[in-house]
């Protein structure tokens, strides 16, 4: 063995000690429990790779702690530059023996930083072991784990905190919205979760939000978008992202994006547009339509993965709650188990008029939902009503839905009803 493989060893396995040590105290903390975490576990002692895939920050790491607390496990975190020295993948193994006590589970991650990861992660399950991987990349799932591990993985995604779980992180879980002083209280809240997101730093201390957004953003800007896909022209999607976070709740166009931040084509607007939505910066959403075709040629609609991304430019409030309003739900949607571009669309009815979601199922359209900030300018009830109506007829469906700020009512449009629900309500059902 060369000089620098055994210095390279050597960094490698003080990189492992410090991060055992590091285990043990995290271990020792009190955190907030994460949707999913009760599921997971099911999996726990099943021979398939445990797979955890979410945004940078997002409390991955967490829910694998939570998930494995009571267990003997190994710990590598491969967003240590220590860990990613040019080592033999079976002295790693090595030293993973080595440093722990015979661990029964392997814990890795954001595994998508090691070279070969996928062809490491294989070998091991075919030795037995038990395995679970973090990533900040969903291209883990789609294109490196769907080829090496076909159908011996299970995926779990863990998103920013809902609103639920913020409530528990501020100790404000026990609020009664029939008491009008705690239901101002919630709703001051939420407003506070809307604006600031939901990452588990932002919410759990007193930092200020707009920095370390942005210091977020950039870092899987960098780290999971241009290193990884060795991105030359750093200003175009440096650009499309600031596009992006400044215009999220709204259609876009490939070919206007194209003429206006000067890219070569469409093309490569849309392979970067794919980058982001892998890193967890952004989420495209396709409109309905019953041909394919035209789901794939129509504009699209992008959200932010959490509100708080805002932040990253001047973003004037009080002007474009309703659209961090509407970017909620959507991520909400997703938590539910919806599924962009398969159960959830957005829909422009005939006469252009705008449903912001719809949820299907493979038979038919389940359900339609509209979000109205009742504070917006004009006649804004009687727009989306007309819209959710209209949408309702062409679709043949009758489960219509206004998600407000706080009006709650049923009420009756040309036969039809229409359920209008507070958004703090729909958050927590």
């Known amino acids: 063995m060369c000089f620098l493989s055994i210095m390279n060893k050597i960094l490698v396995k003080k990189a492992i000690l410090e991060q055992k040590k590091e285990k043990e105290i995290l271990l020792l903390k009190t955190y907030i429990p994460r949707q999913n975490l009760e599921k997971a576990k099911e999996y726990l002692n099943s021979s398939l790779v445990k797979v955890v895939l979410g945004p940078r920050r997002a409390g991955k790491s967490v829910f694998c702690l939570l998930l494995l607390k009571d ?5 590598l975190n491969f ?10 993948q079976d002295d790693l193994i090595q030293l993973i023996a080595e440093i722990y006590d015979d661990p029964k589970i392997l814990l890795f991650d954001e595994i998508q930083n090691l070279k070969n990861w996928e062809l490491f992660v294989n070998k091991l399950q075919r030795r037995g072991k038990n395995i679970v991987l973090t990533g900040s990349n969903s291209n883990l799932l789609s294109q490196e784990l769907a080829s090496h591990l076909t159908g011996r993985y299970a995926q779990f995604e863990v998103l920013p905190f809902s609103f639920k779980e913020f409530l528990q992180a501020k100790g404000k879980v026990n609020l009664n919205p029939l008491v009008s002083e705690e ?15 939901g990452f588990p730093e932002v919410v759990t ?10 210091t977020l953003f950039d870092a899987a800007l960098l ?44 093309t490569t607007v849309l ?18 339509s019953y041909k394919v075709r035209e789901q794939i040629k129509s504009p699209k609609k992008v959200y932010l993965v959490d509100s708080g991304y805002s932040l990253v430019k001047s973003f004037r409030f009080s002007e474009n709650f309703g659209r961090l309003i509407e970017n909620l739900v959507f991520v909400t949607l997703l938590r539910m188990g919806h599924k962009p571009n398969f159960s959830l669309f957005y829909y422009k009815t005939r006469n252009s008029k705008e449903v912001d979601f719809v949820l299907k199922t493979q038979e038919k359209v389940q359900e339609l939902i509209q979000v109205w900030w009742e504070q917006q300018e004009g006649n804004s009830k009687n727009r989306e009503i007309k819209a959710l109506l209209e949408a309702s ?29 507070p958004l703090f309500k729909w958050l927590l059902a």
Not at 71 to 75: C, E, I, L
Not at 80 to 88: C, F, P, R, T, V
Not at 227 to 236: A, G, S, V
């Open 205 to 214: 201390t007193n930092l200020d939000p707009a920095p370390y957004l942005q």
């Open 271 to 288: 392979t970067h547009l794919k980058y982001l939505e892998q890193a967890y910066l952004c989420l495209i959403l396709n409109r309905f």
């Open 79 to 88: 967003d240590d530059e220590d860990l990613l020295k040019n080592i033999m």
């Open 71 to 75: 267990t003997n496990f190994a710990y």
């Open 393 to 421: 007829g062409e679709l043949n469906c009758e489960n219509l839905k206004v998600i407000t700020w706080d009006y709650e009512k049923k009420e009756h449009f040309n036969g039809k009803i229409v359920e209008f629900i």
């Open 223 to 266: 780290k999971d978008v241009v290193k990884r896909h060795n991105i030359r022209l750093l200003q175009n999607i440096y650009d499309l992202s600031f596009f992006l976070a400044s215009n999220f709740a709204c259609e876009i166009s490939a070919r206007k994006i194209k003429n206006s931040l000067g890219f070569a084509s469409t």
């Open 183 to 197: 239901k101002g209280v919630m709703l001051n809240l939420l407003s506070l979760y809307i604006k600031c997101g």
